[in-house]
């Protein structure tokens, strides 16, 4: 069965059996007319899709959120000023759908069906988690209803209604309001402190930190932040309590390392945010190659004291496996900080550092995983000598991570992103929609899938993941994604507004840039930016060895692989306008 995420809308017209015990032709008349002549060009405009007509109701799809709202609101405000007779009720509901064919069923739909019946005439009722992606977003004021037990609903169902009066749709931006605490604990793991005296040994420390988040996010039983929004507050002063808030987080571990030639000292302990309460702190001194199991017990103490219970051996197993030898273990940590620079010199040395760690475990499932994001960032970026070479390196070590270690967020997204650029997108959002179940609270996993999106045609769910991942990291370096998702979208003035804010933009970056320039009309910035391009290109292999315009196109697309050819079609024109060689 095919199952997607989707915001579904369902509406039936209030008192319609008395309407038509009055005058049965004359009814269905007004509600055809309505239903052909606002409603369905109302749907279209806002990108929805109708499922089925169920008598004097609508059950549509909608791939946004924001989209749905936004044509309730349109829908309630445009039907009463047509026809002061027919009075609508209206649920939304953000939830996972089962397709066959043109029909969609499942719970998603239900709660949809049920909020309808909750909703007054002229009202809209909406669930929690559409709330939640709405608010900040939509002009309309929300009333909470609490939860509501529903029919044929197992679990009760938080309920907001639209009160008030309710105007359209604000610019879309990130959430600016903090997303609902989820019903279990959360827990910030923040970087350890380097006590080493030595600015060098800062990858180790680093190193150990996101090994624990890692390791923590296998318990299903507790929320992770992720590391991407954990290293925002390191080397800041900021209280536990600033800290605890801002990533929306229960518990907080932190602690330090000192390296110190084969001994290492590390100290760790466990806080109570909220009542800024110690529950429990040690310190390990031991050989450097006892680091690992350093590593578990700071995990067994956590997951043991938050969740109660412990899966412990299974994961230290699936581990081990990986990371038996402390010099691949290093090698590895020291290729993912330079990962992390994103300048062409650090991808390649963390290409050789991955290399070699391989080289001594070749077994390594995250050093492989990562291996494969590095390669494809050679490819992506036009920094390689042998693209094609790459991009087969990247899609095998994925590949290869996957048969290591299937449970390891960060290999099904490398695989994720490898599909991708196989041109397999249905497999490409399989492993994204792994990575999520493994770590729901990675941002870039968010991200990443958004690209699989924004390819696979569906623009609005690309910009709302972008958007997810900025309400869980709000500090996280996202424009590059949702700058593309806005120029394939033709919203070209926010694409501008992101492509352009990027420090240190990669050559592709600042060719989207130019495009979205030319399109937006203004020919001067769009050359300026070619300039730009032209410079940063200096550096890139795969861009200098362009000669013909098809050769140029071919480029873009093989970077591109758009499902829908009018995209890809899109692009090039753009690029054309802007005055960079390919072929219109």
């Known amino acids: ?107 998603g739909v239900n709660v949809a069906s049920r ?43 938080q309920v907001y209604r639209i009160a008030g009066d309710s105007s359209g749709v604000t610019e879309v931006g990130p959430a600016r309001e903090p997303l609902a605490l989820p019903d279990k604990p959360s827990i910030a793991v923040l970087p350890f402190t380097n006590m080493s005296g030595d600015p060098e040994q800062e990858y180790f420390s680093d190193g150990i930190t996101e090994d624990i ?56 302990q466990l806080i109570d945010a909220k009542g800024d309460v110690h529950i429990w702190a040690d310190r390990y001194d031991r050989d450097l190659e006892d680091i690992f199991e350093v590593q578990d017990d700071v995990v067994r103490r956590v997951s043991s004291t938050l969740v109660g219970r412990l899966e412990h051996e299974r994961q230290v197993r699936t581990r081990r496996q990986s990371q038996s030898q402390l010099k691949a273990y290093d090698l590895y940590l020291r290729g993912r900080e330079h990962y992390f620079s994103w300048s062409m010199e650090d991808n390649a040395k963390a290409r050789n550092l991955l290399a070699a760690a391989i080289e001594i475990e070749p077994n390594y499932a995250a050093a492989l995983a990562l291996s494969s994001e590095v390669s494809l960032r050679m490819f992506l970026n036009g920094w390689s000598d042998s693209p094609e070479q790459d991009l087969a390196a990247s899609f095998q070590a994925a590949k290869r991570a996957d048969e290591i270690d299937d449970q390891d967020s960060r290999v099904q997204t490398a695989l994720g992103m490898a599909y991708i650029w196989q041109r397999h997108l249905e497999k490409a959002k399989y492993h994204f929609e792994c990575a999520l179940k493994l770590n729901p609270n990675d941002t870039r996993v968010l991200v990443y899938f958004s690209r699989q999106a924004l390819l696979d045609g569906q623009t609005d769910r690309a910009i709302a993941l972008c958007h997810r991942a900025m309400e869980l990291n709000p500090y996280g370096k996202y424009n590059y994604n949702v700058g593309i998702a806005y120029f394939v979208a033709r919203n070209y003035q926010k694409a501008i507004e992101l492509l352009g804010s990027i420090r240190n933009p990669p050559a592709t970056a600042l060719a989207l840039l130019a495009a979205s320039h030319a399109m937006a009309g203004d020919s001067a910035k769009a050359s300026v930016t070619c300039n730009g391009f032209d410079e940063a ?48």
Not at 59 to 66: A, H
Not at 538 to 565: E, G, M, V, Y
Not at 576 to 584: I, S, Y
Request: include cysteine; aromatic fraction near 6%; glycine fraction near 10%.
């Open 213 to 268: 988040i890692t390791e923590l996010s296998r318990f299903k039983e507790l929320s992770v932040v992720s590391r991407n929004s954990s290293f925002i507050f390191k080397d800041q002063a900021a209280s536990l309590r600033d800290i605890s808030e801002k990533l929306r987080a229960d518990y907080i571990v932190e602690g330090s390392i000192r390296k110190v030639g084969n001994k290492v000292r590390v100290t760790a």
């Open 537 to 584: 290109a200096k550096q890139c292999p795969a861009i200098t060895s362009l000669s013909r315009p098809q050769d140029w196109n071919n480029f873009f697309a093989a970077r591109w692989p758009f499902r829908d050819s009018e995209d890809l079609d899109h692009l090039l024109d753009a690029l054309r306008k802007a005055g960079l060689p390919v072929e219109g």
């Open 115 to 157: 909020l309808e019946g909750l909703a007054e005439p002229g009202g809209i009722c909406l669930s929690g988690d559409t709330y939640r992606q709405a608010r900040g977003k939509v002009k309309a004021e929300f009333q909470d209803l609490g939860e509501q037990n529903l029919k044929n609903v197992a679990d009760p169902v």
């Open 1 to 107: 069965m095919e199952r997607r995420l989707a915001a579904i809308l369902a509406a039936d017209v209030v008192g319609y059996t008395a309407l038509m015990g009055a005058d049965e032709e004359g009814s269905l008349r007004r509600l055809t007319d309505l239903r052909q002549e606002f409603l369905e060009p109302l749907i279209d405009k806002h990108h929805g899709r109708v499922v089925k007509l169920l008598g004097d109701g609508l059950l549509v799809e909608f791939g946004s959120v924001v989209d749905a709202v936004a044509c309730a609101l349109a829908w309630q405000a445009g039907a009463a000023d047509r026809d002061e007779g027919l009075n609508f009720r209206i649920g939304i509901n953000l939830g996972d759908v089962i397709v066959e064919g043109d029909d969609i069923h499942g719970d």
